[in-house]
T-cell receptor
Framework: DAKTTQPPSMDCAEGRAANLPCNHSTISGNEYVYWYRQIHSQGPQYIIHGLKNNETNEMASLIITEDRKSSTLILPHATLRDTAVYYCIDVRGGKLIFGQGTELSVKP | DAMVIQNPRYQVTQFGKPVTLSCSQTLNHNVMYWYQQKSSQAPKLLFHYYDKDFNNEADTPDNFQSRRPNTSFCFLDIRSPGLGDAAMYLC????????????FGSGTRLTVV
């Protein structure tokens, strides 16, 4: 089952960076960490994924600790449209097994 | 654009009346997944197909079945829907390679009356 731990909720001021932490202490050496988000009543949307190195794309940055036991998703300039549930997912046997996620509220 | 399409977006069915939800993909991905998401909960994996190889999660009720007639289509059949089966049903695909992403459809919201 899900092996990731995230805070249930976080607030962020509009325009500021949102830093969402995730613990995945049981991740194995060849498993990727994926981040998805889900806006109310929509399907999960891919954000970013990584194995060992830090990653950046047009949506976010992913910082993975050297021991790979935790990671942080960074939304550099959060907007109101970034309000969503963010899932950090440890892929097991090719399957995305969701944990409970972090409900991020971006406030004006 | 290549995508995962779920129809219908909303489905209402009667208690005990069989219902089928459909998913199609234009990504030519090997793997297709079905998730159930109840209100305020995370998506829960029901089963997946790797090509034609069906893989059921251990706690998926027998009431839920699936068919994959070809690479592009996958169906979720609920044989006798109960009130507790009301949920969002999400379809997803992947290439089966660990480094690639997973693409989700917009989901079908099932109401049981």
């Amino acid at each position: 089952d899900a092996k990731t731990t995230q805070p249930p909720s976080m607030d962020c001021a509009e325009g500021r960076a949102a830093n969402l932490p995730c613990n995945h202490s049981t991740i194995s050496g060849n498993e990727y960490v994926y981040w998805y988000r889900q806006i109310h009543s929509q399907g999960p949307q891919y954000i970013i994924h990584g194995l060992k190195n830090n990653e950046t794309n047009e949506m976010a940055s992913l910082i993975i600790t050297e021991d790979r036991k935790s990671s942080t998703l960074i939304l550099p300039h959060a907007t109101l449209r970034d309000t969503a549930v963010y899932y950090c997912i440890d892929v097991r046997g090719g399957k995305l097994i969701f944990g409970q996620g972090t409900e991020l509220s971006v406030k004006p | 654009d290549a995508m995962v399409i779920q129809n219908p977006r909303y489905q209402v069915t009667q208690f005990g009346k069989p219902v089928t939800l459909s998913c199609s993909q234009t990504l030519n991905h090997n793997v297709m997944y079905w998730y159930q998401q109840k209100s305020s909960q995370a998506p829960k994996l029901l089963f997946h197909y790797y090509d034609k190889d069906f893989n059921n999660e251990a706690d998926t009720p027998d009431n839920f079945q699936s068919r994959r007639p070809n690479t592009s289509f996958c169906f979720l059949d609920i044989r006798s829907p109960g009130l507790g089966d009301a949920a969002m049903y999400l379809c997803a695909t992947s290439s089966g390679q660990g480094k690639d992403g997973y693409t989700f459809g917009s989901g079908t919201r099932l109401t049981v009356v």
